[in-house]
């Protein structure tokens, strides 16, 4: 059984770099939001799950992230 060259293709340099890109992101927004615990932890606790709550919401439309998948997918930035 043989592949066929039509449906072969190159794996791309962009998937192994975008996934390395998307751990460091995440280490370092980790480290950021650990960084205001103690501000954080200040408050009272019903305060706390809506500031924690922004910060994730933060992570998925403010940094780069969708524009990194799509970067990883199509080598467009859009």
Not at 50 to 76: D, H, N, Q, S
């Amino acid at each position: 059984m043989s592949i066929d060259p039509r449906h072969y293709h190159q794996p791309s340099w962009r998937k192994p770099v975008g996934m390395l890109t998307i751990i460091g992101l995440i280490i370092a927004w980790a480290v950021m939001v650990a960084s205001l615990s103690g501000l954080i932890g200040t408050l009272p606790v019903w305060a706390q799950t809506p500031v924690y709550v922004v910060l994730g919401i933060v992570w998925i439309w403010v940094l780069p992230l969708r524009r990194l998948l799509a970067w990883m997918e199509t080598g467009r930035w859009r």
